[in-house]
């Protein structure tokens, strides 16, 4: 077999080395373009994971690399001069260049041919190689000359950054963050061999610009940066190697290969720096190609696809986490409003691998520190200021205040559809499910979306609030979770648009007596509705009483809140977007127009509804579409809500239009929540796959909302907050007496699962290979 491999870094140079191993008599021959001891950047990270696979993988690579690393098991978060330690991390770091001498050494032991300074543009040279490894870095060449057989989508990143080394010597790994008149600026830095750190500045476009830089001036970038940072640097000087401002390239390709063509390293994808694994994925990438390989010699295209088969999903989530992290140092400016530890917290789990449980096994005295800043912070907020409250509580069981409501924790379940109503009125099916949940502890229940008339429904089996027996039945309910919980309801209030007049989830076949629809303008959200009839004044005037009358309607039935409905392409939101809406009059065109009807909605019912009991709005943050809902837009409507009297915002995003790509993941509708509490500045719910206690702990210490809302997790599980409880060993004073009697098995049983959990994810953790 004859291998020839294009590009002379980490990951085409350890691919060669295990390949060789495996298949003594197989050829590979190596072209780089640039000098053996040419090196452009300073230092590399590593995790003690990815060390633990180097050592099964090649003895002598890892013996060669470990003696040549500098370790360190904190990462300090430092702000304006105020700085605090997390343990219990394990990375190291190495000079890239020496990292690629020793990996160029094993290649020369293992009889790899190696050529510098070839620059390879023409592969027809090559044409009796049976495979070739394109492995030619961010710009490669090869990629570029296929990029539309490999399906190539490079996206230039917003922030700008510099990357500069100096002598100052580190014993942790710290992210440095400076106030500035011109904006926020970072330097992530490490040492990564003896009397040498390296030191990556970053800052947001318009920080740069203000700051005056210039992309090549590496004289003016070093003055700048070495006043900005003198503390830090502490007389120390910045050292430059193409030292040149860039945004970073977000590479991803729809096919890894191409004939006998494979890509690997940067050329194939690249992972923000923020999590340290651009080098890290491209030698695991290398073990995984080299295995396939092994595993197929003989057939090309079967190795290709194994390897593609093992890593996509993980280098996917990879550059999923890494954008993530991106995108928090892209808003840095918003986060530096918060508190210290709060800061931190939020920097340690900015890309949503790491949690709260996470850094309390690793150092519980950092999550101290967090705990007792927010409980605090917490204690002040809640109605009776207890000084005996305990400092290190749980977060999702603090209270939380809107207006004179008061939540017992931080606890919200969803509005879900149970599409089990008849004529509107709630039974039976809907007493057990809120009061199951209710009294499995919920802080607050969020009905299902309740209609204001007959023809606002989505289905036949939605609920409504529009006659009195369904007053009464509403009550039935309400009354018995106010007698026997101290859990609060609130009620969403909404009217189905062009989304509606449609079969229930579950049925296989259309309704037969269709309701007219109505929008804010006349398209259809597919082809199995109607084209709805774009609303006229008239119209307008009709919804608003009849939302005014539901309002009414559910202070009657004693309602704690009422959420307003202006999501997901039902009537309201309808009018937000401009997938939805193409008037051409008062209600259509900007923003503001835009906002007309729903704000004139919202303020006809807050004028009726107690003024002692809140409200609440949700809302869409994104269409996930070309052309859709706009992040400026997003602040807008959050604002002329907050300003109208919205108490808090409940976000979601999508289900606007039937063409929508969304991003799913774990929590991953927080950003959105994020950008609206910290920008407007008001109380906000979050939702979105969220499923466990320390997630739901982890999004409220760093910020990203007040309040948690389940949707799936609690259909089958009512005693979600029950089991949490327990696990967390917290204390609550709302179990009914009937059931106390089932705390002295529950508490000890989730409690041991704690300490088996507790014990297993310790033992998980790779040992140091620190010498």
Not at 53 to 63: A, P
Request: glycine share 6%; with cysteine.
């Amino acid at each position: 077999m004859k291998i020839t491999i294009i590009g002379g870094g980490p990951g085409g140079l350890y691919f060669s080395i295990l390949t060789k191993k495996a298949i003594p008599n197989c050829e590979i021959t190596i072209y780089e373009r640039n000098k053996a001891d040419d090196s452009f950047g300073f230092g590399v990270v590593f995790s003690d994971e990815t060390l633990g696979e180097f050592l099964k993988r090649d003895m002598q690579s890892y013996e060669l690399i470990r003696d040549k690393f500098a370790y360190w098991d904190d990462i300090v978060i430092a702000r304006n001069g105020q700085k605090v330690n997390s343990s219990g991390n394990g990375f190291c770091g190495c000079s890239r260049k020496t990292l690629l001498q020793l990996l160029q050494q094993r290649c020369t032991e293992e009889g790899i041919n190696l050529h510098f300074e070839q620059n390879v543009d023409d592969l027809s040279q090559f044409s009796d190689s049976d495979i070739i490894v394109a492995c030619d870095g961010i710009g490669s060449a090869i990629r570029t000359q296929f990029q539309s057989d490999f399906g190539t989508k490079i996206e230039l990143q917003k922030n700008r950054f510099v990357w500069c080394g100096s002598t100052k010597p580190l014993d942790d790994f710290t992210y440095f963050f400076r106030t500035t008149e011109f904006g926020t600026f970072v330097a992530h830095s490490y040492q990564y061999e003896k009397g040498m750190s390296t030191w990556i500045f970053e800052c947001t476009n318009e920080t740069w610009l203000k700051s005056g830089f210039e992309v090549t001036n590496e004289q003016d970038t070093v003055a700048k940066i070495s006043e900005i940072f003198k503390e830090e640097l502490n007389g120390h000087s910045l050292i430059t190697n193409k030292s040149h401002w860039r945004q970073f390239p977000n590479i991803t390709n729809q096919k890894w290969h191409k004939d006998n063509i494979i890509l690997l390293g940067d050329a194939k994808a690249t992972a923000h720096y923020s999590i340290g694994s651009g080098t890290k994925m491209a030698m695991e990438c290398a073990i995984a190609l080299s295995d396939a390989i092994v595993a197929f010699p003989n057939d090309k295209n079967a190795a290709f696809e194994q390897y593609e088969k093992t890593r996509r999903n993980t280098v996917e989530m990879i550059q999923y986490a890494a954008n993530v992290s991106l995108d928090w140092f892209e808003n840095m400016d918003r986060h530096m409003q918060h508190s210290f530890y709060q800061f931190a917290f939020g920097c340690m789990t900015r890309s949503k691998k790491v949690t709260y449980e996470n850094l309390r096994l690793r150092d519980k005295s950092f999550t101290d520190k967090v705990l007792e800043e927010f409980n605090l912070s917490s204690r002040a907020q809640s109605r009776d200021f207890d000084e005996t409250v305990i400092i290190n509580q749980t977060p999702a069981f603090t209270k939380f205040k809107l207006r004179d409501l008061e939540l017992q924790n931080r606890i919200v379940m969803s509005s879900m559809g149970q599409y089990s109503a008849e004529n509107g009125l709630v039974n039976d099916w809907h007493f057990q499910h809120y009061i199951s949940r209710a009294i499995g502890g919920l802080g607050l229940i969020l009905t299902e979306m309740t209609a204001i008339s007959e023809t606002a429904h989505i289905t036949l089996g939605c609920t409504g609030i529009y006659n009195e027996n369904q007053i009464v039945e509403w009550k039935r309910i309400i009354e018995f979770i106010h007698q026997n919980t101290q859990t609060k309801i609130g009620i969403q209030l909404g009217h189905s648009g062009r989304k509606g007049a449609t079969k229930k989830p579950w049925e296989t076949s259309e309704i037969e007596d269709k309701w007219n629809l109505i929008s804010a303008s006349p398209i259809a959200f597919n082809e199995n509705f109607a084209i709805p009839k774009e609303m006229t004044l008239s119209d307008m005037d009709k919804i608003v009483a009849q939302f005014v009358q539901a309002t009414i309607n559910s202070e009657k039935a004693g309602f704690d809140l009422i959420e307003l409905q202006v999501h997901h392409g039902f009537l309201l939101a309808s009018f937000l977007s401009p997938l939805t809406n193409i008037r051409k009059d008062e209600f259509g065109g900007s923003i503001e127009n835009r906002l007309k009807f729903p704000l004139r909605v919202f303020n006809e019912m807050r004028n009726v509804f107690p003024k002692e009991k809140p409200m609440s709005v949700r809302i869409s943050a994104s269409d996930w579409a070309e052309n859709g809902i706009s992040e400026e837009d997003v602040i807008s409507i959050a604002t002329a809500f907050k300003n109208a009297g919205a108490d808090i915002i409940n976000v979601s995003t999508g289900n606007t239009v039937a063409n929508q790509k969304p991003q799913t993941g774990r929590m991953w509708q927080t950003p959105f929540s994020d950008l609206v509490r910290n920008s407007v500045h008001i109380p906000m719910i979050t939702a979105g796959y969220i499923q466990d206690i320390d997630q739901i702990n982890t999004i409220i210490l760093n910020g990203r909302a007040d309040l948690v809302a389940l949707g799936k997790p609690l259909l089958l599980d009512p005693f979600f907050v029950r089991n949490a409880q327990a696990y967390e060993n917290f204390q609550s004073d709302d179990i009914p007496n009937q059931y106390k009697a089932g705390i002295t098995h529950l508490y000890p049983l989730k409690i041991s699962e704690r300490k088996q959990t507790d014990g297993m994810k310790k033992a998980l953790k790779p040992k140091s290979n620190k010498k």
